[in-house]
């Protein structure tokens, strides 16, 4: 029923930058919490950036200042802006959404397919 695509990621080198996006689509009556996730092989998938229905965001404390995720809700879509890019936030990342796709039915979780990001030294 929903789809979220992501797009951007790459390969950079340390003290650069990239730009991830993520677009919901399909059956969507409102986006609450949306934002990023990456994980490393073996280990377990790690909250980045979130923003909330509300308009709020948070952080890992590993990328507050460099990172900053936005969103535009006209095109149901999340931003992550990521600066001074160090090695170890090579990861996927994975954008996730919790969709409401109707009136008074709950919001579920989505996941993008995820984007490699690779920071070279």
């Known amino acids: 029923q929903v789809q979220l695509v992501e797009s951007g990621g790459g390969l950079v080198q340390a003290g650069g930058s990239l730009r991830l996006s993520c677009t919901a689509s399909?059956?969507?009556?409102?986006?609450?919490?949306m934002g990023w996730y990456r994980q490393a092989p073996g280990k377990r998938r790690e909250l980045v950036g979130i923003?909330?229905?509300?308009?709020?965001?948070n952080y890992a404390d590993s990328v507050k200042g460099r990172f900053t995720v936005s969103r535009d809700n006209a095109k149901n879509t999340v931003y992550q802006e990521m600066n001074n890019l160090k090695p170890e936030d090579t990861d996927v990342y994975y954008c996730?959404?919790?969709?409401?796709?109707?009136?008074?039915?709950?919001?579920?979780?989505?996941w993008g397919q995820g984007s490699q990001v690779t920071v070279s030294s």
């Open positions: 996730n959404a919790w969709v409401e796709t109707s009136l008074r039915v709950q919001p579920e979780n989505y």
């Open positions: 399909g059956i969507i009556f409102s986006i609450k919490d």
């Open positions: 923003t909330t229905g509300g308009g709020n965001t």
